[in-house]
């Protein structure tokens, strides 16, 4: 019987039907697919003489580059498994990770390097399972180039099969310890070809990946439009460069980008002068993600890339996508993360019971999508947790409209409970954020004697803008009824807010920090 190819097979497969079509590229260097193919493939060898046997883990750490898009294949063909780390991870939790994984070997960055040195001696890895990405290798490592160069570009001789490992994509630890949800490679198949057909995506499109290629959106991304044949350019700037972004966009001529709120906010915030540089009508395709979006950014996005569809979606990295909010649904439906995507099961709200809640009222969500993960790596527990039936959870509260449409509510470790209400912190913060000023905010409960928690609010201001307490405070009052409104506020610097590596406020850390007083 056939099955969907994996990642690796279509590499090859674009490789022999469109050998010179640009396949990827970033700004140092630029790959045909049958290129990339040949560089895959070697790497896979390479690892594969190492004593690295399929099945075994890989870790990766790097920032975004080109070398993403061959370690991911390469690991594909050779039956690897992918554990793509966090560049913003310290030692530490570095440690964690390949250790909990049993990661066989690991590949880094030279700018990342200092980080993993100290573990050498800590991490049960053989000598040479230090892998050095970057033009002049430290001595004690094994150079990423040389190791290339000293393999064959033959397809590895390996049976890699679509129920395989193929990833093993760690949490951002919001709300813990990171987990490993494993992903395997049918599901990453089925994923690619399902954002193809609802987004309407095709061999012509040109994308460009910018969020961290270490998180699942991108590697999401990436992977249907290599499937398509479609060209993957990797932005491999450290930091985000609004400008950039939009010179890359016209000088490339792209047409689909993912980014989140802020990115837009950033780029649409240049002086109309900039911006009136760059011709961006090539732009067919916008994806938002990750963070609620206000009405005037999605207008300002609509008006500037006028060419454009404008999409929305709402996912994780154990049920891939979950909701996709269309084009035509964008101000009609503002607020909501959509519908279920094609092939996915309609959505469950459930309360703590396991019983389904009315429309308009809250519950847990639960989706059935055709590619959910596989559990997470040796913990039953969580595993059990997250998956009930064929349906997955990561304890998002939600609540369905009259329409059908979802309506993310917040995440279930993020409710404050005070004086036994129950009170979602990104109601709050969505009052707040039009307070003037106001760039970002987040609500945490802090401990109270009385109360049990008391909410308060973290904000940090855009440049330029002041503010103080009292202020923001009496303005809530006629806002929200009174269990709801913050008891405290303090303002940090955009810097300073703990965020995962995708931009999402860690709330977690901040309720720590201000129960700790640190």
């Not at 969020?211 to 479609?230: K, R």
């Not at 519908?339 to 996915?344: F, P």
């Not at 519950?363 to 590619?371: R, V």
């Not at 990561?394 to 329409?403: L, S, T």
Request: contains cysteine; neutral net charge.
């Amino acid at each position: 019987m056939s099955t969907l190819p994996d990642i690796g097979r279509i590499v090859a497969a674009h490789a022999r039907l469109r050998p010179h079509k640009i396949g990827t590229r970033d700004s140092r260097r630029t790959l045909t697919f049958a290129q990339w193919n040949a560089r895959a493939c070697r790497l896979a060898n390479g690892l594969l003489a190492r004593g690295l046997a399929p099945g075994d883990r890989v870790a990766l750490l790097a920032y975004n580059r080109v070398e993403w898009m061959e370690m991911y294949v390469a690991l594909a063909k050779a039956g690897l498994v992918a554990v793509p780390l966090n560049f913003r991870l310290v030692g530490p939790e570095i440690r964690y990770i390949v250790e909990h994984c049993r990661a066989r070997a690991i590949i880094v960055q030279d700018t990342l390097a200092e980080r993993v040195e100290p573990l050498r001696g800590e991490l049960d890895l053989a000598t040479d399972a230090f892998i050095h990405l970057g033009e002049t290798t430290p001595a004690g490592w094994t150079g990423y180039e040389a190791l290339i160069a000293a393999s064959s570009e033959t397809e590895p001789a390996v049976d890699v099969r679509p129920t395989d490992r193929w990833a093993l994509m760690y949490t951002s630890g919001t709300t813990g310890k990171p987990k490993g949800a494993i992903r395997n490679h049918h599901g990453n198949a089925l994923m690619s070809l399902v954002t193809a057909l609802d987004m309407s995506m095709t061999v012509d499109d040109a994308a460009l990946l910018v969020m961290p290629m270490c998180h699942a959106n991108s590697l999401n991304f990436l992977c249907t439009f290599t499937y398509l044949g479609a060209t993957c350019a990797i932005d491999d700037r450290k930091s985000f460069d609004p400008e950039a972004l939009l010179a890359t966009m016209a000088a490339q001529q792209v047409t689909f980008t993912s980014l989140v709120p802020t990115h837009y906010i950033m780029a649409l915030g240049l002086p109309d002068a900039v911006k009136a540089r760059y011709d961006v009508s090539c732009v067919r395709k916008l994806m938002i993600s990750s963070a609620p979006a206000r009405k005037e950014t999605k207008l300002a996005i609509m008006e500037h890339f006028a060419n454009s569809q404008l999409y929305e979606l709402y996912g994780s990295t154990e049920a891939g996508w979950v909701t996709l909010l269309r084009p035509d649904e964008q101000i009609a439906h503002l607020g909501s993360v959509g519908r279920e995507w094609t092939g996915s099961r309609p959505i469950r709200l459930l309360d703590a019971q396991g019983n389904e809640v009315a429309d308009g009222a809250v519950g847990e969500l639960f989706s059935c999508t055709p590619y959910a993960f596989d559990g997470y790596l040796d913990d039953p527990v969580k595993t059990a947790e997250a998956l009930r039936g064929d349906y997955c959870s990561v304890g998002d509260m939600a609540r369905r409209d009259e329409h059908g449409f979802i309506h993310l509510v917040d995440r279930k470790s993020n409710m404050i409970i005070s004086g036994g209400e129950n009170i979602y912190p990104s109601e709050i913060e969505g009052v707040l954020a039009r307070y003037p000023g106001v760039q970002d905010v987040a609500v945490v409960g802090v401990p109270h004697e009385k109360w049990g928690e008391a909410v308060h609010a973290v904000i940090v201001l855009r440049d330029g803008a002041s503010a103080n307490a009292a202020d923001v405070l009496a303005w809530c009052r006629d806002k929200m009824a009174g269990y709801k409104r913050p008891q405290s506020v303090s303002f940090l610097a955009d810097t300073d807010m703990p965020r995962t590596a995708t931009g999402k406020i860690q709330h977690r850390l901040l309720r720590e920090r201000l129960s700790t007083g640190r």
